[in-house]
């Protein structure tokens, strides 16, 4: 079947360029890239997968898991960890 689609330019220029890589159609590559998008997603794809746990209890006192930029700041500006407990 044949249809017409609107494309980003940037995006069409990377569909052309892995097409010629691959030596298939600009089409194959399109195809292959809605038969993927609308394939059905498993059980596994969906479920977050249980995190360890190692010992203690919990989150250290004065440590926001919700507060991202508080987080950056604990790993990443070297505040001692110990002085948060």
């Known amino acids: 079947m044949r249809t017409t689609i609107r494309i980003d330019d940037d995006l069409y220029r990377r569909v052309k360029a892995t097409a010629a890589r691959r030596g298939v159609t600009v089409g194959q590559i399109i195809e ?4 993927v998008a609308l394939r059905p997603r498993s059980a596994s794809d969906r479920e977050v997968p249980d995190l360890p746990i190692y010992g203690g209890s919990g989150v250290m006192p004065g440590v926001d898991l919700g507060d ?9 500006e070297g505040v001692n ?3 948060l407990r």
């Open 32 to 35: 292959d890239a809605v038969r």
């Open 81 to 83: 960890i110990d002085a």
């Open 68 to 76: 991202g930029r508080g987080l950056l700041a604990i790993m990443d």
